[in-house]
């Protein structure tokens, strides 16, 4: 049963906004455990075996830092471990959580510099290469890029950048939001040279919204900038962190949960998770052009496997749909952020997702084209069957 129940719906809430996502009911279980003392013997052991196993997820065998804290935290700490203030930092915004990110960056006192796109596709490889090139004085400390921008349905292809910079030359640290992508399109920290990578708990990492962690280079350490840090230091944490503990409070029933979740992306097996992501939205992307409507990411390249975004047709409301969706099918969907508000829904395929989860996900959007009156044509779900079948 829901939490809040206004009027009594059957059957069970569909929550497919592109985070918060799903959290499956081991992870649920995990986390109704009574809270431990965390300075007790045991907490060290839960602390060792998450550590042990949290680096498979990002791709590293450095330090990753787990904060008590949204994604958002998790940004300002990559930012304030690692700059001083006046220094620039080179940012592509590809939507509006590259948007946020930059304003956070010009409230800290950085120098953001920005490329800017038509939010259709990800960060602009050639502009963040030019833009280095032409820094012979080196003032650009960072180039922060947003792996998959969850307001637009776009991936950045992280291994390009690191080559643009790498053919530039230049010395600048590479931070990476992984937000809506990390346990769900590829990703690795080491082997692309990422400097600090972002994330949150909330999206594929299939736990309630809450922990929000950095993955440090050992570059990224050596580079301490002169901006205030104090909550969010990497150093006592990292120190505490290697015998399982941490230097203030830890998020106890979460980090059960942590536990939990990262054994279940290990069983699965993390290509195969990334491969069943890829097939739910390459399925979602043949229900929306077989709908007649547009997918907003135009570049192949960058298309998104964690969620999708939709524009309705000129004249005809987004938010309007999933108000209808909602009412009528009890199930969220994303809504459109900034210039794409009332422009797109989103659809989340992401975290604790199967076959028959899209399938009833798709077939609550086809409904609702129709409950709402946008033009579209029927067979949408009927494409994703016949692709998942294997008949496509
Ligand atoms: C969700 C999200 C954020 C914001 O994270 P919070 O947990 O809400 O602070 C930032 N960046 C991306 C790409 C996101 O998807």
């Not at 104090?230 to 015998?243: F, L, V």
């Not at 989340?348 to 997702?353: A, E, I, N, R, T």
Request: charged share 20%; proline share 5%.
């Amino acid at each position: 049963m829901a939490y809040f129940e206004t009027s009594h719906a059957p059957g069970r809430h569909f929550l497919q906004i592109p985070g918060p996502t799903n959290v499956p009911d081991r992870v649920l279980r995990a986390m109704d455990n009574p809270t431990m003392d965390h300075r007790g013997p045991d907490f060290g052991k839960l602390g060792k075996q998450i550590f042990s196993k949290l680096g498979r997820v990002f791709g590293t065998k450095g330090s990753v830092v787990i904060y008590p804290a949204s994604g958002t935290g998790a940004w300002e700490a990559a930012l304030t471990n690692t700059l001083s203030p006046g220094d620039a930092v080179l940012m592509c915004r590809t939507g509006w959580f590259a948007h946020l990110w930059q304003e956070m960056a010009e409230r800290l006192g950085l120098k953001p510099e920005f490329i800017d796109t038509d939010w259709r596709r990800g960060a602009d490889v050639e502009g963040i290469g030019a833009a280095l090139q032409r820094d012979t004085a080196h003032r650009i400390k960072a180039v922060c890029v947003v792996h998959n921008e969850t307001s637009t349905g776009c991936t950045s292809r992280i291994a390009d950048v690191r080559a643009a910079m790498d053919a530039a030359g230049h010395p600048a640290l590479l931070l990476v939001d992984t937000i809506s992508s990390l346990g769900s399109i590829e990703y690795k920290h080491d082997a692309w040279g990422v400097d600090v990578t972002v994330a949150g708990s909330q999206k594929g990492l299939m736990l309630p919204p809450g922990l929000s962690f950095n993955a440090v280079s050992a570059k990224a350490l050596a580079h301490r900038g002169t901006l205030p840090c104090s909550y969010w230091d990497w150093r006592p944490m990292i120190a505490a962190n290697a015998t399982g503990y941490f230097p203030f409070t830890p998020a106890t029933n979460l980090l059960y949960g942590l536990d939990t979740a990262l054994n279940m992306l290990i069983e699965e097996g993390l290509e195969q998770v990334f491969h069943r992501h890829d097939r739910h939205a390459e399925a979602t992307r043949r229900a929306v052009r077989t709908w007649g409507l547009e997918v907003q990411c135009a570049d192949p390249w960058h298309y998104s496997s964690s969620l999708t975004a939709v524009r309705v047709p000129e004249g005809h409301s987004a938010n309007a749909l999933r108000a209808t969706i909602l009412q009528k099918f009890n199930m969220s969907l994303g809504n459109g952020l900034g210039q794409l508000n009332d422009r797109v829904f989103r659809i989340g395929h992401l975290g604790d997702f199967s076959h028959l989860a899209l399938i009833g996900t798709l077939g609550g959007v086809e409904m609702g084209l129709r409950a709402a009156s946008i033009p579209h044509s029927a067979g949408g779900t009927q494409a994703a069957i016949d692709y998942l079948s294997g008949n496509a």
